[in-house]
């Protein structure tokens, strides 16, 4: 397995830089670039918007494959120290900055993302439809599965987690809010977890050989939905998402021989807590003070915006989020209430994934 001088897993760092900037850059895209009111032609535009769908079942599925991948030994603890460690603490973080979203997004009305503007649909939020945090939610949700169904053998859990996952791609199942991306990555979380081996294989033996026989049928897969608006055919979602996965894990691999593209995806991927929470209200204030003067910006202004804001914006929001991560209580960011000495000593111990 290849790691870092920390002893962290590098391919996985490097697929969980990959995935948040990916996340940022498609949040950039759909609640703030394509809001913009261009007067140029909608080429650049329109070659943005059709990257970041290209990588839709790439980005959830493999960050929730990873984070199945490292849960191996948290799932075989005891129950109180799987809920205190994992459910407890993702549930926590999530409800802390479920309110830190519902306060910044009241003050910008007009920016197009699920918020809770009112105290019934703040109780839904917290409870059965999540909002744009619900990475956390699911998180906490899939420890508890996964906890309960670990002595299962894979195919009993893995099954209905893939059924679910392609009624809900499929629009068989009602999905209000952020619930459509609950129900379609348990698969993946669940994937990571029984399939650790084979992962770690991928990633050990990654080639560009493997990347291409990979990448060819991904591409015909995006194409056979792009032509035939095929995303909600039954079990097509999961399937593509699958083959997602491993051209992730494939590509995560194949970075870590280029040294210095590695480490500085690598300590990103150690670091998307702080990004993943913050970088929407951030967006949201960037794109209230930006949306007015670029949509009234003259074509040459446009066409720059139009190539290049997106990468641009993307990187300016990370790096802010691990900036203010630096200064912002650890708090916001961990379970406060002190565990018993056994408790602690296992969590330092995982800390490191």
Same mark, same amino acid.
């Given at each position: 397995?290849?790691t ?12 969980k830089?990959?995935c ?7 949040h ?24 970041g769908?290209?990588l ?9 494959a ?13 129950w ?14 999530y ?26 649909k ?9 909002s ?35 009624? !809900?791609s499929? /629009? @068989? $199942? #009602? ?7 609950? +129900?379609?990555?348990?698969?993946? &979380?669940?994937?990571?977890l ?20 990979v ?7 995006l ?36 040294e ?24 949201a ?10 949509s ?5 202004t ?9 990468? !641009?914006?993307? /990187? @300016? $929001? #990370?790096?802010?989020?691990?900036v203010?991560?630096? +200064?912002?209580?650890?708090?916001? &960011?961990?379970?406060?209430i ?5 408790i ?10």
């Amino acid at each position: 397995m290849l790691t870092t001088e920390r002893g962290r897993v590098a391919w996985a760092d490097v697929a969980k830089g990959m995935c948040i900037l990916l996340v940022v850059l498609w949040h950039v895209l759909m609640k703030h670039y394509l809001q913009i009111d261009w007067h140029i032609s909608g080429q650049a535009r329109g070659l943005w918007g059709t990257l970041g769908e290209q990588l839709l079942p790439l980005r959830m599925p493999l960050f929730f494959a990873v984070s199945g991948f490292f849960a191996v030994r948290a799932v075989q603890r005891p129950w109180p120290v799987v809920l205190r460690t994992r459910v407890a603490k993702f549930y926590y973080i999530y409800v802390v900055w479920l309110v830190i979203h519902t306060v910044v997004l009241a003050f910008v009305p007009d920016f197009g993302t699920e918020r809770a503007d009112g105290p019934l649909k703040f109780l839904a939020q917290l409870t059965i439809t999540p909002s744009n945090l619900w990475y956390l939610y699911a998180l906490a949700l899939y420890f508890v599965i996964a906890k309960a169904a670990h002595r299962l053998p894979a195919w009993a859990v893995l099954t209905p987690a893939f059924l679910l996952s392609a009624a !809900a791609s499929a /629009g @068989l $199942l #009602a999905v209000p809010g952020d619930r459509a991306g609950v +129900y379609q990555n348990l698969v993946f &979380f669940l994937a990571g977890l029984y399939g650790k081996s084979l992962i770690e294989d991928l990633a050990a033996r990654a080639s560009w050989r493997r990347l291409l026989l990979v990448g060819a049928p991904y591409a015909v897969l995006l194409t056979v939905i792009a032509v035939f608006d095929a995303k909600t055919w039954f079990g097509l979602w999961p399937v593509v998402s699958g083959v997602a996965i491993v051209l992730g894990v494939t590509a995560a691999g194949l970075v870590t021989r280029w040294e210095g593209l590695s480490k500085g995806l690598a300590s990103i991927g150690s670091r998307t807590l702080p990004i993943y929470v913050m970088h929407m209200p951030l967006l949201a204030l960037t794109h209230a003070a930006l949306i007015g003067p670029l949509s009234a910006a003259g074509p040459t202004t446009q066409w720059i915006v139009a190539i290049a804001e997106p990468v !641009a914006l993307t /990187g @300016l $929001l #990370a790096w802010l989020c691990l900036v203010l991560y630096r +200064y912002l209580p650890k708090s916001l &960011f961990e379970l406060p209430i002190t565990a018993p000495r056994a408790i602690r000593t296992v969590t330092r111990s995982s800390a490191a994934h």
